[in-house]
């Protein structure tokens, strides 16, 4: 038993009246002791569900960032004009909705914003569909890539992919615990805004409520994190929504911040005033959402099409690739009708396949 951890426990654990947050050295030191296995299975899982009934603050996903940035694995620069998107998406992947955000990296690619995706396989709490499945469906298998490799895959085509049994093996030991407790603990939230990447990097972070926005900002405001967008997405994805208005943050150096936390402004897109109808397009099984994929990269109508155009657009508009939201629906539309993103994905299999 780790005497320290218990400390630690026993300051988040103590209840409403003498309960106390952890500062982000605190937050540091805890969660190394968890990944590297210092504290025993009793202590981790009273820690994760006493936290998650606390509610981290900015400064305990701080550090717990700078834990994962010391033991967790990092692609490393390559030479590109414009800094990569780092897709925060939940872990524990779709159950009700199609997501679009790997066509969305394919897109960016072409346009040579550079994309980099982290994430598990099926696991708790919903065990939904994850990103490397339906990469898999596509052709391009990241869980048998090691990091030089996927290092080189990354280099080569602008999209990586960290997948953690293989490149974060310690991170993976704590997802059994989330079966357990039963609920995601505060290290789901903070893998949103995790950024496997040494260099300057511009995170993209799904969440579902709204509280969680503001842990972000406060994450962001101690790490000197300068460009952000927070998306309102569907299950917490990076995913703009069809049936609704999209609540977006814009990281915005200019801004006047409330204290404590980076600045931001609001962005709110109505789907309706860019010609889309209000619809999310439903989750199929694995095999028919590839399908479908595939024919929006061969530029074919669909619903599936629709909410690319709309994800895509707003994306190469926010990556400065696009001078408007209109001109970056209107560049999806080209790039997909001419075939070059279809080439994108070939270009990627191979680049993944020959390892």
Known sequence: MSNAFRDLLKKIGSGN???ENLT???AFSATKMMLLGE???????????????????GEE????????????????????????IVMGIPYDGRSRTSPISIITALILAQMEQPVIMHGSDRMPTKYGLPLVEVWQGL?????????????EVFAQTGIGLIYLPQHFPLAQTVFEY???IGKRPPLATMELIWCPYAGTAHI???????????MFLGAFALRGTSEFTTIKGLEGSCDLPRDRTAIIGLSAPTAIPEPGLAPLQRLQLTPREYGFTSYNVPLKPTDELVGEIHSVLEGKPSELMQSTLWNTGFYLWRSGVSPTMR?????????????????????LQKAASFM
Not at 39 to 57: E, S, V
Not at 64 to 74: F, H, I, K, T, V
Not at 204 to 214: M, N, R, S
């Open 17 to 19: 009246h003498t309960g």
């Open 24 to 26: 982000r050295t605190e």
């Open 39 to 57: 504290a025993t299975p009793a202590q981790i899982g009273a820690f994760l569900i006493a936290h998650r009934i606390k509610r981290p603050t």
């Open 61 to 84: 996903l701080a550090g717990m960032l700078d834990a994962y940035d010391e033991l967790g694995p990092q692609l490393q620069e390559t030479n590109t004009s414009r800094p990569p």
């Open 139 to 151: 052709g391009v298998d990241w869980t048998k890539l090691q990091l030089a490799q996927t290092q």
């Open 178 to 180: 989330r079966d357990q």
């Open 204 to 214: 993209i972070a799904g969440f579902v409520h709204p509280p969680t926005e503001g």
């Open 327 to 347: 001109s970056g629906i209107a560049l999806t539309e080209e790039l997909l009708a001419g075939g070059q993103v279809a080439k994108k994905l070939v270009e």
